[in-house]
């Protein structure tokens, strides 16, 4: 009944420990349910591939590739696809784990998933991109399929890659399978408001966070880690709903403006030069004083472990919204709540993403495609119904947040779990 596994190096540091303090605290809260919970502590596969691609240059480079199913017992894994030089299986089967925990908290009828590949694409050219997409797609291809395991974007993935994707499945099973990915472009079967659809969510949540602890949006100080497609998008979304962008940071740089960005400025030069640094409209900042900065609301919007333990102690901020997944580790979430700083968590914070990549699912299947209002409509009306419900958890059981959204998820999943019964 241990849960170390043999090929884990630590279950303590990194996203998998933190994951796995996470799954311990809410076992109080599961009743019978915990004699299933073993099952969360260890991925249901996890499959390491050798990404060969030859270069522009002709040299053969090789590329570790990963797609972990953590858990499919509520329907096909689902979960994105991360390009980055630091990924690891480990981190794949955290954020597999985490898409598990998020599609239940939401109601989507999917287990968790996630992939990547150890590359730093900026290194790559548009040709070697596709190659190496191509390859990594037609290697796990084994195991992906529009009902078994369906991947979407992630860090430093995009339409594009979805498209090279799709394409590359298809190809290799003779059909034109749009429902094996989401987040494709929209000629492709892909669903308006996709792109943005996480930084609304974290907006969504954020918004109720907000009013229930009666904090003016209007003239709120925002700080935002991350400016890709989570972070930039609810940044807009605040903005428009009054609120100042005091402070940005990524991996360009940190800049700080006190009266708030010119939003449309920054986006501008997001797009034209790949980060925040360098941005006119505001002071260099130096990337530790980040965590200082005086504000009302923080969204890491990065990656993980960013809120570590000594961060937590200076952050200033009232909300803190988990755009990224696992941007908190254990002892940084206890330090916050100890000093009352509310943490809308990753699990329901960003899950804006995934609901929207599944109504672009629904959307392939019936060939039957939705407005811009209409995804935005039921993309807020899901996310308030599942943040009420994971609220109402927490008041009653006198939980965080986090905790009470992995109880509402677990209890989901460990309900299938056993309603299925183990076989054989
Ligand atoms: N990568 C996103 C996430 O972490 C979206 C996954 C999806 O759409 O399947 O939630």
Same mark, same amino acid.
């Given at each position: ?21 996470q799954?311990?605290r809410v076992?109080p809260y ?12 260890? @991925? %249901? ?6 990404? &060969? ?24 894994? %689902? ?22 925990i998020?599609?239940?908290a ?7 998933? %996630? ?30 399929? &529009? ?11 995009? @339409? ?6 799709? *394409? ?16 494709? @472009? ?10 943005? !659809? ?11 966070? /907000?009013? #229930? ?20 998008? !609810? ?11 005091? /402070? ?47 504000? *009302? ?15 937590? %102690?200076? =952050? ?7 755009? /990224?997944?696992? @941007?908190?580790? &254990? ?6 709540a100890? #000093?009352? =700083?509310l943490v809308v968590p990753?699990v329901i ?37 599942a943040l009420k419900k994971i609220w109402d958890t927490a008041d009653r059981h006198k939980i965080t947040l986090r905790t009470a959204t992995f109880a509402v998820a677990c209890e #989901? ?12």
């Amino acid at each position: 009944m241990t849960s170390q596994l043999s090929y884990v190096r630590t279950t303590t540091d990194g996203p998998w420990g933190t994951y796995l303090s996470q799954v311990d605290r809410v076992v109080p809260y599961l009743g019978e349910l915990a004699r299933w919970v073993e099952t969360l502590k260890r @991925p %249901k596969r996890a499959l390491i591939v050798d990404v &060969p691609i030859e270069l522009d240059n002709g040299e053969v480079a090789h590329f570790e590739g990963f797609r972990v199913q953590h858990n499919m017992s509520r329907g096909p894994g %689902k979960g994105g696809v991360r390009y980055h030089p630091d990924v690891t299986l480990e981190e794949v089967m955290a954020l597999a784990a985490w898409m598990s925990i998020k599609n239940a908290a939401v109601n989507l009828p999917y287990g968790g998933a %996630k992939g990547g590949i150890r590359v730093d694409p900026a290194k790559l050219s548009h040709k070697e991109l596709e190659r190496i997409t191509r390859r990594y797609t037609s290697e796990i291809g084994i195991i992906i399929g &529009p009902h078994s395991d369906i991947p979407a974007p992630d860090v430093n993935t995009n @339409p594009q890659i979805m498209a090279w994707m799709m *394409d590359t499945y298809s190809m290799n099973t003779g059909t034109t399978a749009t429902g094996v990915v989401t987040g494709k @472009p929209i000629h492709l079967g892909g669903s308006l408001g996709r792109v943005k !659809a996480t930084g609304r969510g974290v907006f969504v949540t954020g918004r109720e966070a /907000a009013r #229930r602890l009666s904090l003016d949006l209007s003239g709120a100080r925002v700080a935002v880690q991350g400016f890709g497609n989570v972070g930039g998008a !609810a940044a807009e979304l605040f903005n428009q709903a009054g609120a100042r962008i005091i /402070a940005a940071q990524d991996h360009t740089g940190s800049i700080f403006n006190e009266s708030g960005f010119d939003m449309a400025d920054l986006m501008a030069h997001v797009k034209a030069s790949g980060g925040v640094g360098g941005f006119k409209g505001g002071e260099v900042m130096g990337n530790e004083e980040f965590w200082d900065v005086k504000c *009302d609301i923080l969204i890491p919007a990065a990656l993980e472990s960013q809120i570590t333990a000594a961060r937590a %102690k200076r =952050i200033t901020a009232r909300l803190v919204l988990e755009g /990224a997944n696992g @941007p908190t580790v &254990p002892q940084a979430d206890d330090i916050l709540a100890e #000093r009352g =700083i509310l943490v809308v968590p990753d699990v329901i914070c960003n899950a804006g993403g995934v609901t929207v990549s599944y109504f672009e699912w629904v959307q392939d299947f019936s060939s039957f495609f939705w407005t811009e209002d209409e995804i935005n409509l039921r993309l807020d009306k899901i996310m308030m119904g599942a943040l009420k419900k994971i609220w109402d958890t927490a008041d009653r059981h006198k939980i965080t947040l986090r905790t009470a959204t992995f109880a509402v998820a677990c209890e #989901r999943i460990l309900t299938a779990r056993k309603e299925r019964g183990l076989y054989p």
